[in-house]
């Protein structure tokens, strides 16, 4: 099979997709399960906040799990487990049930990550990383994009209860090309091209050392370096940003313009347009800017940057927005920038590290991200007085880009692939 690569890194976007409309269905549905349950927007954190604390977990725990079992395992149980949590969503009744529930889901759902970040490692040289990298974040996109006007459409015919089964039956129907087309990674997978194994080896890490062989960290050495902390840094103060929206976009259209499901289904998905387009872009972008002779860490940077650079702006100019339409278009200038700087700091662990240790720095990054993220969530409730001013929801998020940038720009240093002591020393001794 020619460009089998991009066949994997296909599936991985589908998986996403999946990923996002199973989580996004809550907050589509949220006004009328409100209103059947008694609900209100404090339920409604409390829920999600419980939601990210599993996730924040399984983002750790998978990571690890990866890294041990593989991808093609990792993957199946992944989907597996948030498969069957989205389709008890049925069967709540309260915001205990939702809770427990949820955090099921949180926990299956986390795995995508460090999946798709270890996939591309394996999968793909330096270079198409970042391009690989956006595809897959195209597909969380997609999965907004499809999500709000699907989730609308089932939840009128069918009810909510019914959709939560719906959607969850989506990931089952993954699980068999995944299976039947996942066999090995790239070293010995049987359908792969001799052209396309050796484009994709002679790009990895550990074949472009000084040494035959591979770093691969303890945790407490990974944890040591700079470079690890300029990811977890920098995932802490990028995620809230993105899940400012996904949790909250519905009912901030809701709160802020009276939009009901119905009408939340036909523009939610909107900004998620601009999200694609940005993961797409910056993908591209880092890719053609190290074709043309810049380095890695020039061009990773870069795309951070002008990511950033789009998302402050737009932030502070969404708090004066005062009809759904600037705000749709200041949200998806916002999404596009975050999009182009998320799937570029995403690469960051296979730049560093080598294919045995990326999913484990991708899952502790991750998950301390969504530490800040749950805190966020907590916080709108409060800030925005119970959703009826919103003008602190965007400064907090324009708060932390400053600080991402730096943790990018700064934290890492120069990105380079990470060495032991003992290779430096190595290298010391030889130079001298």
Known sequence: MKNLRWTIVTLVAIATIINYIDRTAL??????????????????ANIMSVFLIAYAVGQAVFGRVFDAVGTRIGFMLSIVVWSISIALHALATSVTSFSIF?????????????????????????????????????????????????????????????????????????????????????????????????????????????????YVPSLPELLSHRQSWSVILARFFIEPIWWLFVAWLPLYLNDKFGFDVKAIGASAWIPYCGAAAGALFGGWLSGRLMSSGWSVNKSRKFVVLLGGVCMLPALLATTVASTPAAALALITVILFGFQAAINNIQTLPSDYFSGKSVASLAGISGAVGVISVITAIQMVPIITNDGTYYPPFFILGASLVPLMLISVLFVGGRITPVRSKQEKKQIAETAS
């Open 27 to 44: 907050s589509v549905m949220w006004p009328g399960i409100a209103d059947d349950l008694g609900m209100n927007s404090h339920d409604y």
């Open 102 to 214: 949820r955090t099921l889901l949180g926990f299956g759902e986390a795995g995508n990550w460090p999946g798709a970040t270890k996939a591309n490692a394996e999968w793909f040289p330096a270079k198409e990383r970042a391009l690989a990298q956006g595809i897959f974040g195209a597909g969380a996109s997609a999965g907004s994009i499809i999500a709000p006007p699907l989730v609308a459409f089932l939840y009128a015919f069918l009810g909510w209860q019914a959709t939560f089964v719906v959607v969850a039956l989506l990931g089952f129907v993954w699980l068999v090309p995944w299976l039947i087309i996942y066999k090995s990674g790239p070293d010995s997978h049987p359908w792969i091209t001799q052209e396309e194994r050796e484009l994709i080896l002679s790009g990895q890490i550990s074949k472009n050392s000084d040494t035959e062989d591979e």
